[in-house]
């Protein structure tokens, strides 16, 4: 198997907004990797819990939309509906995310109006699932344009194209239904608070691969991965957080593993000890075929 592709653009000063390298990042893994844009490409993105700051602001994405524009390339926001807090269903959802102004393009709630719209998606080799709850309009689309945050976790450890794939593509119910030892209700009246109805840590880890499996098996999808704003939680944590380490660059390529691995690997190389936990994920992800661990990182 061809050892994948990677795509770093540094960070040289901070800035509020990336929008450039972002563009810079996308234009060079189209060119490098001979990509064919469809007519139609969604852009796949976290827009925060309310309360959240350090989550990717749509100005990042300003200059990616300009370019698709350019193209004639259709394209929109899209995200689901989250198990807790102001997002679990669409009105609300869109609520919030004009609050943190993503406003200049449309937004698609894949999973509709309740989190219930889902696709039934097979899990090959799957140890837990034997098929995921892939939110619809998501499961429909061949190519879509995953924009990632890295940063830590509570219990993944950290989160970027991997988890945004296994719980990002994931209905309300498949967030359920990865996060809980038991079978959660559509309505999700599980006590969230209570850890003892939580999985533990590592099967949540591998949990989340066998989803991200399941919404990225042959499909044609990209990833940039903004590897700014380090903190040490989730976009879906509605509570300010400071960054732990100085932002580091934005990432691009054409394997989710290959990217999650080398914003993890550069990072730890720039500060000379493991970042964030969770890394056992990398070894278990490729057993299942998400991506590859071994890569190429090419300096841009």
């Known amino acids: 198997m061809k050892t994948p592709n990677v795509y770093y653009v540094p960070v040289t000063s901070p800035k509020k907004q990336y929008a450039e390298e972002a563009l810079t990042a996308l234009k060079t893994l189209l060119e490098k990797e001979k990509v064919q844009l469809e007519a139609e490409l969604p852009l796949k993105v976290h827009p925060g819990e309310p309360g959240n700051i350090t989550y990717n602001k749509p100005g990042n994405y300003d200059r990616i939309i300009d370019f698709l524009k350019e193209k004639n390339v259709k394209t929109y926001f899209i995200e689901t509906n989250t198990v ?87 209905s309300r119910r498949g967030k359920m239904e990865q996060h809980t030892i038991v079978t959660p209700p559509d309505n999700g009246t599980i006590n969230w608070g209570d850890s003892s109805n939580l999985q533990p840590n590592v099967i949540f880890r591998e949990r989340v691969a066998e989803y991200a499996l399941a919404a990225s098996r042959g499909k044609s999808h990209m990833y940039i991965t903004f590897a700014i704003n380090l903190v040490t939680d989730c976009d879906c944590d509605g509570v300010p957080m400071t960054p732990i380490y100085p932002d580091l660059g934005i990432f691009a390529s054409l394997d989710p593993l290959a990217i999650d691995k080398a914003c993890f690997d550069e990072l730890s190389r720039r500060e000379g000890k493991k970042p964030f936990e969770g890394d056992e994920m990398f070894a278990y992800a490729a057993r299942l075929g998400v991506g590859n661990t071994e890569y190429n990182l090419i300096k841009v």
Do not use: C, W
């Open 84 to 170: 807790t807090g102001r997002r679990t269903n669409k009105a609300d959802h869109l609520r919030a995310v004009a609050e943190h102004g993503f406003s200049r393009i449309p937004f698609v709630i894949a999973d509709g109006e309740n989190g219930t719209d889902d696709v039934a998606v097979p899990v090959p080799g799957g140890k837990y699932f034997k098929t995921a709850k892939i939110a619809h309009e998501l499961a429909n689309k061949n190519q879509v344009l995953v924009l990632s945050h890295f940063k830590g976790h509570i219990t993944s450890g950290f989160g970027a194209a991997v988890k945004m794939l296994g719980i990002g593509f994931a």
